[in-house]
């Protein structure tokens, strides 16, 4: 493995010498803390940042093993009884996606030139990206909504769409590309003052948000989806909500030998692989759907390509 040397914490030193050879043969960079208490612990993963932490298998038992899951998702816990292999593979599965940010930033910045605000998104059509906004705003309780994180922002649009309508204290904008950015920056969003960032849901964020949206993202970030739930996750309230929307591996059509294909320019998920990522997350469904862009259609997820979830963060590690 040639990527960047990847962090990873191992909370025993009773690890054996074949498995660090192993590990540093594969350039991880290992760092070793015996058992400590669960401040030092935390405030060590916290500067640390590492991609993984490994631990001996009675650490999963502990309440620290389910505070860890619930704080920090997006930093897996592996038990040392784990082949090498089983590590590699794990980390690739989990840390690695078949794009590369770089390639996602490249593409929006060049879809920033065409002159419809849904072509610079790379939408399908207008109405297909106002009908996701109209189901986000149907569906969150914007009542209960101070804060919000729009990951993957893009131009702003969605923003716009709700801004006469909803009273946000803090609005923050992430997204890859600098150009959308501009876009979205350049534009008055009524009382709302919005803050607009250029960063990767990748990059560790050091604020949680009462509302997280990320419509249309998942599929092509950079990111594996399982950590890109997990990342949302991380940036929510207790009790915060998540709107996200993405495309439908499971759609009927894609389901008969002689039906239609998917389309293989960004990734397609099962809802099965949706649901087991926002449940590692700490995340409950509130509302999962298939809709039809340009109708007004909802129903079963099989029905539709596309997919919009609303889910909420739970309160603590263990409800
Ligand atoms: C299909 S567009 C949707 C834009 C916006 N959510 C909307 O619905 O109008 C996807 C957006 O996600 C952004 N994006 C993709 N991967 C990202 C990442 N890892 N971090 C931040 N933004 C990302 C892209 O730059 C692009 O603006």
New binding site residues.
Partial sequence: MNLHQPKLLALSSSIEQHLLNELAKDHFDLKIIDRQSDEVILSEVASMRPEMVLVEEDFLNSALYQKMRYEIPSIPILSLSNSVEKIRQFYMEFHVDAYE?SE??Q??DRFSGASE??RK???GSDRG?QR??EIADMLVDWSGVKTWC?????????LNYVSNRHAIQRFVG????SK?LEVASARSYGAIKAEFIK????EPVGERFDLV?????LQ????PLVK?IAKLSEMMNPGGTLFL?TKNAGWEKFQNAAGLKPYSGHHWFHVEEIKSALDAAGLQIRELAGFEPKTEEIGRPEFFHSIYVCAERKTRARD
Avoid: H, P, Q
């Avoid at 960063?199 to 990748?202: D, F, G, K, T, V």
């Fill in positions: 940010e996602v930033e593409e929006y605000e849904y998104l790379n939408w990206m996701a906004f729009d990951l993957g922002v893009g131009t702003g649009a969605f992430i997204d890859l590309s959308l960063r990767s849901l990748r949206t990320s419509i249309g993202v092509k970030c950079g990111l890109a929307t």
